[in-house]
């Protein structure tokens, strides 16, 4: 780390700009950030004229006095690196459009008009925030949902400090690809305090990861000030804490962060790991809206005019005239030209469509649909020769082989290098790719599985092991309100194909806090595919087919079936089987009888047993759990031939997923059919007496059946 960045004492030493920074920036350099910050600002100011109008649908976070941070890192970006924005994230998206398509430095705009692909910029901009079609992102995500991967802005994030996991897992997939890109994550001083900021900090840190984070500093998390929601100031002190190399920069220094923001920048790409920087500015107007902050009452008068005094729109162009860099001429030129071209870019919209857009909910979740593989997957064959593999085994082997097959498969996780990990235990551990491909994970699920989710936007495809199904609590937000919800947000312009591997030790003494079967949680939010295979054939070729989809997948494993022994041929392990669809493990004439997981092998021994007492049960594996791969006709043909369904979830009866199908199949059908279902109790202790008699099995699905049957 330069000495310049730390005092004596080790605190953080605020950057100063010397004459000589900007002599070495430039006369076209500064010209050239005047109008794109010019550019950013009548933006905003269009935006809020549009919003008093009622033209724009929810909240409009305007950047109207912190438009120089973005400009002044965005211009140090090359093709190929990546931003992340947050809910306030117009200055991100613009600074770094313009610099990819307005020109370079040497682009003059005293005499020469922004290019084409700018003006395009500008227009799909407005039009996304005005919630039109012809938006960047088809009018859907709006002003907190920016995203154009053709000029390396990512996504914003709405969720403070919820960008953060996707910048780190962009920038892994930089390393992983051994080329010089950076990726930039914009965030707020209050997202410092968020858990994802330390996580993902530290997990940067740990893997030497090529990630910039910008806090912007502007004074106001909302309405709280800094001093009053963090212990450690300056924050990026924090960065300090985290093994991150840290500066800070004051408001209105604009050529101290241009050089700091090169610096760290350079540096990076020759391989000196993530960085930080704080830059103190200021908005000048409320949360939202057109208000200044002042009028609703958190902050003075006189602050917000002292602030406007070092707003770079004022203070640089001081500066450069000290310098004899700039006239005001000159600086009230650019003014002009900047305003006039964002007036042509708002009156070259396309005019409102008459036709209202109708909601098709499955092309904002997913990609195309999954019935069926691209290649037939190999049938079922007596003749190959099979051998024994325990159910855990043959996960490995299927793993193992994902990553021997394909360079851009990852393996993310706790102990998953390590003794006691899945692959060691099976003997399918290739160290050859420990740290670069199987990589240990800090205990930091919101972190690690954030970060595979920024690394699955980036053509990456991460296998993530959460140990057990419980832990995607602590990492929900990642999970739903970014992985899952990748689509929708941006207008099915962006995909996250993440594989997320979660243990079920029901049974096994685990207790409430390790013992949650995901499936209910995971269904509750869209986007997800849930499969639950109940043999090792069919997780091998939902694995399959999952690593060639572009939809985020869900696989549950239960902990009492890894030592079960299947006998397995070759074409098992290269099948790819439907990520929709539902079988018929056991045909019957009586009862439907509906499972997943475990729950198939505790419905087949009822079937047997109930067999030996004149019930013909038919044994339905749903395969695929979430609302919208629910194989609705293989369900309604079962009930059809026996009059009777009875539904056996492996999960506590709270997380159930079947009081939902059933309600689903009686609104299908215009009438209740015979329906009933059984699940887990609330808690399940580890006593084994007590979890005995909370977790359902043979005998609990045989006695529901007669009961079923009796009372119709």
């Not at 950047?63 to 117009?90: K, M, P, T, W, Y």
Request: glycine share 10%.
């Amino acid at each position: 780390m330069r000495n310049e960045y730390i005092e004596a004492s080790g605190r953080i030493a605020y950057q100063h700009a010397e004459p000589s920074d900007l002599r070495h920036i430039g006369r076209s350099a500064f010209r050239r950030m005047l109008f794109d910050m010019a550019v950013i600002r009548a933006f905003e100011q269009r935006l809020l004229d549009c919003a008093g109008r009622g033209e724009v649908s929810g909240p409009v976070h305007t950047s109207i006095g912190q438009e120089g941070v973005a400009v002044a890192v965005c211009r140090h970006l090359r093709d190929g690196d990546q931003v992340v924005g947050n809910h306030r994230s117009h200055h991100h998206f613009l600074a770094q459009g313009l610099a990819r398509t307005a020109g370079d430095d040497a682009w003059d705009p005293l005499t020469e008009s922004p290019s084409a692909a700018a003006h395009e910029l500008l227009t799909s901009a407005f039009a996304e925030i005005l919630g039109r079609p012809t938006g960047v992102n088809h009018g859907v995500g709006g002003s907190m949902h920016l995203r154009h991967a053709k000029i390396g802005f990512m996504g914003s994030s709405a969720i403070v400090g919820g960008g953060i996991p996707i910048a780190t897992g962009l920038a892994f997939a930089n390393r992983l690809r051994d080329d010089d890109a950076c990726a930039v994550c914009f965030i707020g001083d209050g997202a410092v305090n968020q858990g994802t900021f330390h996580e993902t900090a530290n997990l940067a840190g740990v893997l030497h990861l090529p990630l910039l984070i910008v806090v912007e500093n502007n004074g106001y998390a909302e309405a709280t000030r800094p001093e009053e929601a963090s212990a450690v100031l300056p924050l990026a002190t924090q960065g300090l804490a985290h093994g991150l190399r840290a500066a800070a920069v004051k408001g209105g220094d604009h050529a101290a962060l241009c050089r700091t923001a090169e610096d760290f920048l350079s540096s990076m790409r020759r391989g000196a790991g993530p960085a930080l920087i704080e830059v103190e500015t200021y908005r000048h107007l409320d949360h939202t809206g057109s208000e200044r902050g002042s009028a609703v009452g958190y902050r003075s008068p006189a602050e917000e005019d002292a602030w406007r005094e070092l707003d770079p729109m004022a203070s640089l162009p001081r500066t450069l005239a000290a310098q004899g860099l700039l006239t005001a001429d000159e600086d009230e030129a650019i003014r002009e030209a900047a305003a006039a071209f964002v007036e042509r870019a708002f009156d070259g919209m396309p005019a409102p469509s008459a036709v209202a857009p109708v909601l098709d909910t499955r092309t904002l979740l997913r990609g195309p649909a999954q019935t069926a593989p691209e290649e037939a997957p190999e049938g079922p064959d007596e003749q190959a020769p099979r051998t024994k593999w325990t159910f855990r085994n043959a996960i490995a082997e299927g793993i193992a082989r994902a990553l021997r097959e394909s360079s851009d498969v990852v393996f993310l996780g706790e102990e998953v290098a390590n003794p006691g990990g899945l692959l060691w235990q099976a003997g399918r551990l290739d160290r050859s790719l420990v740290g670069s491909r199987i990589v240990n994970m800090p205990i930091s699920e919101a972190g690690f599985v954030g970060m595979s989710g920024g690394a699955a936007m980036a053509g990456v495809r991460p296998i993530v092991e959460l140990m057990y199904g419980s832990f995607a609590l602590i990492a929900a937000d990642q999970l739903f309100n970014h992985i899952g919800m990748i689509r929708a947000l941006y207008g099915n312009t962006a995909q996250a194909p993440v594989i997320v591997r979660a243990k079920v030790p029901i049974g096994r003494g685990y207790g409430p806090q390790h013992g949650l079967n995901p499936s209910g949680l995971f269904t509750s939010f869209p986007g997800w595919r849930v499969h639950a295979p109940a043999d090792p054939r069919d997780y091998l070729g939902t694995l399959n087919s999952a690593l060639r989809c572009d939809d985020p997948v869900l696989l549950i494993e239960f902990a009492s079936l890894y030592d079960e022994v299947f006998e397995l041929s070759e074409g098992d392990f290269r099948s790819r089987q439907p990520l929709e669809g539902a079988r018929v493990v056991r045909e019957g004439d009586d009862v439907s009888v509906f499972s997943y997981g475990i729950g198939v092998s505790w419905a087949r021994a009822a079937a047997d047993e109930l067999a030996a007492a004149g019930c013909s049960a038919e044994v339905v594996d749903l395969r695929a759990l979430d609302t919208l791969s629910t194989d609705w006709a293989t369900l309604e043909s079962s009930l059809a031939r026996t009059g009777h369904g009875l539904f056996v979830d492996p999960a506590a009866r709270g997380q159930s997923i079947a009081p939902r199908l059933i309600a689903d199949l009686v609104g299908r059908q215009g009438r209740r059919p015979h329906l009933s279902y059984i699940a887990c109790a609330d808690v399940q202790p580890v006593t084994p007496v007590l979890e005995r008699q909370a977790v359902i099995g043979t005998a609990d699905i045989v006695t529901a059946v007669h009961e079923l049957i009796k009372a119709h």
